[in-house]
């Protein structure tokens, strides 16, 4: 397998981590507790749509597009246990410990990552469909009905959604197609040509009928959806992917943003503290009072907490620190 690292996907992980960001920011202010009317962000929530329906699946395509699933058991578990469970771990308690000081209330309790439980299970689930050898048309087939029994477990509430695995079904879909695109380059090559003219046609026609915030998205809330839109979030989830990594490839290199992309796990699982903070702290000296001021203390908000990460991350390059995300 080929292991020279693609610039533009460290790029697109960059710029899909710091959406994250943008797109958690009402969280942390509905946690934060301020009072602020939720309407003065209504000029940045109005673009949520265009990232927040495909960003997380991205993640998994990504992920399903670099990974080596011929290793054997020992080597690929052993990668997982390094890089996804040890990780799962340390800021589970690191969030919890924040969350129980935050608010002494609530009894401690380890914090749940779905992105990552949803990450471990389906590359799993690819790594064992790459080692019995089945054939691209079975494991398609498979991971849909895997889809498919996501939504329906979600939409009827069938069973506790235990480490997640509502969402880990779904999820295995989108890690079978980054590994099977790696073997069609002639299929990948094509989609990063073109996937950005339907994105923009599926936007443009759902802007213009205001059903912007109808379309159906896959993260840690995991709102139901009827079965009928599942081609929706599918192709939205391929084609928003695919019109992303165009663009990184058009940027070039880009430091600072791959900097972010390659220590992506670093701010997925700490950027709520210090946001949380950044956002208390900044509504001490400004307060929004219309849409204008609400834009520019979300932008002003997120450029902090973004240099924050940055200085946290490098912490993460010194010992004992990058032991916990399975570097030595």
Request: glycine share 6%; aromatic share 20%; proline share 3%.
């Amino acid at each position: 397998m080929n292991k020279t690292r693609l610039y533009y996907l460290d790029i697109a992980k960059g710029i899909l981590i710091l959406l994250l960001l943008v797109s958690h920011f009402g969280i942390v202010v509905r946690e934060s507790g301020i009072d602020v009317q939720e309407s003065y962000f209504a000029g940045i929530y109005f673009f949520h749509p265009l990232f927040t329906t495909f960003f997380m699946q991205s993640f998994f395509l990504i992920s399903g597009y670099c990974s080596n699933f011929s290793q054997d058991a020992k080597i690929f578990f052993h990668k997982q246990l390094k890089e996804i469970v040890i990780p799962y771990i340390f800021f589970s308690i690191i969030n919890g410990l924040f969350q129980y000081i935050h608010n002494p209330e609530h009894q401690f309790h380890i914090v749940d990552f779905w992105f990552l439980n949803a990450l471990f299970f389906s590359k799993a689930f690819c790594w064992m469909m790459y080692r019995l050898n089945v054939r691209a048309k079975w494991y398609y087939f498979i991971s849909i009905s895997l889809f498919l029994l996501g939504i329906v477990l979600n939409n009827y509430d069938i069973g506790e959604n235990l480490l997640s695995i509502r969402q880990s079904l779904t999820s295995c879909l989108f890690v079978v197609t980054g590994m099977s695109l790696r073997k069609n380059s002639n299929i990948y090559n094509y989609l990063i040509k073109y996937s950005w003219c339907l994105y923009i046609i599926i936007f443009a026609a759902i802007y213009a009928l205001h059903q912007e915030f109808g379309i159906p998205i896959i993260d840690g809330a995991f709102h139901k959806f009827p079965l009928y839109k599942t081609p929706l979030v599918i192709i939205i989830s391929i084609t928003g992917s695919f019109t992303i990594f165009q663009i990184c490839r058009l940027m070039g290199r880009f430091p600072i943003i791959e900097y972010f992309g390659r220590n992506s796990l670093i701010i997925y699982c700490l950027h709520l503290i210090p946001f949380l903070s950044v956002v208390l702290l900044l509504s001490q000296f400004f307060k929004p009072y219309n849409i204008i001021t609400g834009t520019i203390f979300y932008l002003v908000a997120f450029v902090i907490e973004a240099g924050i990460m940055a200085i946290i991350i490098r912490l993460f390059y010194y010992p004992p620190l990058k032991y916990c995300i399975g570097r030595r």
